[in-house]
């Protein structure tokens, strides 16, 4: 089976700092890495994923994570955050082929980013 | 169009009432999900369909009925809920890409039980 731990509940943070989320995952399986954010009392938006290639990647409103194969780590960072981004953030993941929890996206239990002014 | 549509945004319903959630896109995604968020957790899967036919149900109560009328359109239908039914109710749809299931979210339903 897999899972998906994030490791802080919440993140309080200054407008313009760095802010950095982390998000372990375990799995006996390749895993497809996503990051969703959730702004009060509206769904889920797509941030970013890692499907293959480049273990770098970018999202929209300036976010990126790196994924970390042998840390298996997705960690979420932005350089400089905003009051706007000031939401929880989930990340998930969906085994491969040949893990017992293929195609089903399991959440981690999210992190409140909150951005201070 | 790039978005899941969730209607009623807000549903308020006694424990003997019956009302349906309705879920719409228009993206060609063959498969459509039903999840449930309670206040401060990740939301949980409920059901799954693939071309139209159920493919994953995770042991949800029958209180909870799904239905895909089409490729577009998903219901859920409520009957006799219990208060801690009370969560928003989140609707997906996704694409293959690259192997994975991609998923696009709707805005959601909030669903009151009294």
């Known amino acids: 089976a897999q899972s998906v731990t994030q490791l802080d509940s919440q993140v309080p943070v200054f407008e313009e700092a760095p802010v950095e989320l982390r998000c372990n995952y375990s799995s006996s399986v390749s895993v497809y890495l996503f990051w969703y954010v959730q702004y009060p009392n509206q769904g889920l938006q797509l941030l970013l994923k890692y499907l293959s290639g480049s273990t770098l990647v970018k999202g929209i409103n300036g976010f990126e994570a790196e994924f970390n194969k042998s840390q298996t780590s997705f960690h979420l960072r932005k350089p400089s955050v905003h009051i706007s981004d000031t939401a929880e953030y989930f990340c998930?993941?969906?085994?491969?082929?040949?893990?017992?929890?293929?195609?089903?996206?399991?959440f981690g239990q999210g992190t409140i980013l909150t951005v201070h002014p | 169009d790039t978005e899941v549509t969730q209607t009623p945004k807000h549903l308020v319903m006694g424990m003997t009432n019956k009302k349906s959630l309705k879920c719409e896109q228009h993206?060609?995604?063959?498969?459509m999900y039903w999840y449930k968020q309670k206040a401060k957790k990740p939301p949980e899967l409920m059901f799954v369909?693939?071309?139209?036919?159920?493919?994953i149900n995770e042991s949800v109560p029958s209180r909870f009925s799904p239905e895909c009328p089409n490729s577009s359109l998903l219901n859920l239908h409520l009957h006799a809920l219990q208060p801690e039914d009370s969560a928003l109710y989140l609707c997906a749809s996704s694409a293959r890409v690259s192997g994975a299931n991609v998923l696009t979210f709707g805005a959601g339903s909030r669903l009151t039980v009294l």
């Open positions: 369909y693939s071309y139209e036919k159920l493919s």
């Open positions: 998930a993941v969906i085994q491969g082929a040949g893990g017992t929890s293929y195609g089903k996206l399991t």
């Open positions: 993206m060609g995604h063959r498969a």
